[in-house]
């Protein structure tokens, strides 16, 4: 009975496993040496974190509509390991600048923003990939195996890098990263599956087809509400997590290390989390299950900032606890509103639909970044951090105001 729902009976889900695992991996380096090296090496400022974080995920607002439409027309698994292989080309690019002199910061925003672009393509070819690669009954288990890894990986990862950022500099961790990227890349190439693209012949003008993936969702009430509720999520805990790495190091004065033992510690709620999102879902029913996370993530953000109110000695143990509670129903509702997307939507649909959703909730991702770098130089770093918790609360809203927060299951596509 159990064998018949895991996903690790199809063939190919395996490698595709183990190939994100690794990326994942490698990717926990880089989120903690670059805000590293911008704060600590690069002296960066409020604004510049800002503009730092906008140029990670601009490309969703620049060519995320576009991706879609071209995704679903192309392989998905080509894209993967073509952006997998840009992304380690690219992200050696910073350790290569430092042996060569002492790079600006702006250096930082181009490389960024070149990982984002390629990032555009795999996550929307990823995310588009799983109802290809297991069967629908399957999606749920693959989607909770894929983020129960990058949840190990957030969890392993932040703290060897601290550790290791003790004995070396932090642009020599990017290369870790870069190896995951080729890692992924091969373990994707030995998969086999029966993909067919839509035919030529068959294709629509791209911008019709582009508009067509727009119209599903905007057209799907369930759709259209779980975007709302994924936009104010986003820019409320972008502008956090943008300002928070000042705070932290700067502010608190907490070393690297600590830094990353922290974003470790957090990391155990969110593989609790994955583990236990769909059994959750099934005894509670996922529209309550989604609403109590949403809720919980939003409200347990606003322990971030209070951390400065409490006696120094309390900082770490507070922020661990928060990351750890917060990242546990993050990732939870996370998994039950990707499962409910992939079931809902037509597969020659799923690109599209995907990119559509990206576009607004990654696409936000940059202005949130700007208006937290800006809103922290005027009124200063914590008072900006707490209208970010402010928006992240809110998030629940238009979920919750709808039928959906009832349901024991959500709607998923008609059959055939």
């Not at 009976?9 to 190939?19: D, K, R």
């Not at 991706?67 to 998905?76: E, Q």
């Not at 609790?272 to 109590?292: E, M, N």
């Not at 936000?364 to 008072?383: D, F, K, N, R, Y």
Request: glycine share 10%; proline share 6%; with cysteine.
């Amino acid at each position: 009975m159990h064998s018949s729902r895991s996903a690790t009976t199809q063939p190919g889900f395996p490698q595709f496993w183990a190939g994100e695992g690794l990326s994942q991996f490698g990717a926990q380096f880089t989120n903690l040496a670059m805000p590293v090296i911008a704060v600590n090496l690069l002296h960066a400022t409020d604004s510049q974190m800002g503009y730092l974080n906008a140029s990670t995920t601009i490309a969703f607002l620049v060519i995320g509509l576009l991706a879609g439409g071209l995704v679903d027309r192309w392989r998905k698994r080509r894209v993967m390991i073509a952006s997998d292989l840009f992304r380690a080309t690219a992200i050696l690019a910073v350790p290569l600048m430092f042996w060569l002199g002492q790079p600006e910061i702006w250096h930082l925003y181009i490389i960024a923003g070149l990982i984002g672009f390629a990032t555009v393509f795999f996550d929307v070819a990823y995310m588009s990939y799983i109802p290809v690669l297991v069967k629908d009954t399957m999606i749920g288990d693959a989607n909770s195996k894929l983020e129960a890894t990058a949840q190990v990986a957030r969890l392993a990862g932040p703290g060897l890098a601290g550790m290791l950022l003790r004995i070396v500099n932090a642009p020599v961790l990017l290369v870790v990263n870069a190896v995951g990227f080729l890692a992924s890349a091969g373990f994707l190439s030995t998969i086999r599956d029966d993909e067919r693209p839509t035919p030529r012949a068959e294709r629509g003008p791209l911008l019709t087809e582009i508009g067509e993936g727009i119209s599903f969702v905007w057209n799907t009430q369930f759709l259209r509400r779980m975007v709302m509720t994924l936009a104010l999520s986003s820019f409320g805990s972008t502008m956090v997590f943008t300002l928070l790495p000042i705070i932290v190091l700067r502010v608190l004065g907490i070393s690297p290390w600590w830094y990353g033992i922290i974003s470790s510690i957090g990391a155990v709620g969110g593989v609790i989390g994955s583990l236990f999102a769909v059994r959750f879902a099934r005894r509670f029913g996922q529209g309550p299950t989604l609403v109590a996370t949403v809720i919980v993530s939003g409200l347990t953000m606003a322990l971030l900032p209070l951390t400065l109110l409490a006696p120094s000695s309390w900082a770490i143990p507070l922020l661990m606890a928060t990351w750890f509670v917060m990242s546990f129903a993050a990732i939870m509702w996370n998994v039950i509103q990707v499962t409910a997307r992939q079931r809902l939507c037509p597969r020659p649909l799923l690109g599209r639909m995907n990119a559509s959703v990206r576009f607004v909730v990654w696409g936000i991702m940059p202005v949130s970044a700007l208006t937290a770098g800006w809103l922290g130089t005027w009124i200063g770093t914590v008072g900006a951090v707490w209208v970010g918790v402010a928006i992240a609360s809110l998030a629940v809203l238009p979920i919750l105001l709808s039928p959906y927060a009832r349901m024991r299951e959500f709607p998923v596509r008609a059959a055939g």
